[in-house]
C-alpha cells in the first residue's frame, strides 16, 4: 500500500511539474517576440551604416520644383539628383541644377552649377560649384549664387566674370536687384559701380 502511495505521489509530480513546464513554455514565447531575428545590437549598427552612407536623408532623381516668388516672377528649378536635409526638413540639397527665372519685364535669367540648396518655404536657392548664368546676352561665371525670395535679389560671388559684346570684367561681387531691374558690382579693388540694366 505504502508503494501503490509512493507511485501515485510520483506520477501526480510529474504530471504537475510536465504541465508547469508546457505552460512556462508557451507563455514565454508570447511574452518574447519570435519574430525578432536581429538584436538591438545589429539593428544599431545597421541603422548607423545606412546613415553614414546617405547622410542627407532620402535621395530622388530627376526632380522638378516650380512655383512664383513674392514679387511674382514665376521659376522652375530642376536637379538630376536631391536630398533631403534630415536636420533641417525644409532644405534640400541638389546636384547638377539648372534653374530658369521668368521675370515680370519678360527677361529669363539661366542659373546653372553643380551643386544647390533648395529652402522649400522661403523659396530661397543657393548654387554652388561652377555657376554660369546667362542674362540678356551676356554670360556669367562665378563659383557661388544665392537668390533671396524674400529679398528679391541675386548674390552673386567669388570668382565673377561676366563677358558679353562690350568686353569681358572681372568683379568680386555682383547684387542682381529683381524689383529695380538694377546691378551693383563690387570690383576686385573694392570699388563700387552701379549699373542700370533697362535696356531698349
Known amino acids: 500500500m505504502i508503494r501503490y502511495t509512493k507511485v501515485k505521489l510520483l506520477q501526480f509530480f510529474l504530471l504537475a511539474a510536465g504541465t508547469l513546464l508546457i505552460i512556462f513554455t508557451y507563455t514565454g514565447f508570447k511574452n518574447k517576440p519570435s519574430e525578432e531575428i536581429l538584436s538591438l545590437e545589429a539593428k544599431d549598427e545597421i541603422n548607423k551604416k ?47 541644377v539648372k534653374a530658369t527665372f521668368y521675370f515680370k519685364n519678360n527677361k529669363i535669367l539661366y542659373v546653372s552649377s553643380n551643386f544647390g540648396l533648395y529652402n522649400n518655404k522661403t523659396l530661397d536657392i543657393v548654387f554652388r560649384d561652377n555657376v554660369n548664368s546667362m542674362y540678356e546676352g551676356s554670360k556669367l561665371f562665378a563659383e557661388e549664387a544665392e537668390y533671396n525670395n524674400s529679398e528679391n535679389f541675386i548674390i552673386i560671388s567669388q570668382n565673377v566674370k561676366i563677358t558679353d559684346i562690350k568686353g569681358t570684367m572681372l568683379a568680386e561681387k555682383l547684387i542682381f536687384d529683381i524689383e529695380k531691374n538694377t546691378l551693383e558690382i563690387s570690383s576686385l579693388e573694392d570699388d563700387k559701380v552701379y549699373t542700370n540694366l533697362k535696356r531698349k
Open 50 to 96: 545606412i546613415k553614414d552612407k546617405n547622410p542627407s536623408g532620402d535621395t530622388f532623381f530627376n526632380v522638378e520644383y516650380s512655383g512664383i516668388d513674392l514679387a511674382g516672377n514665376r521659376y522652375i528649378l530642376r536637379a538630376k539628383e536631391a536630398n533631403n536635409d534630415i536636420t533641417n526638413s525644409e532644405l534640400i540639397n541638389l546636384k547638377y
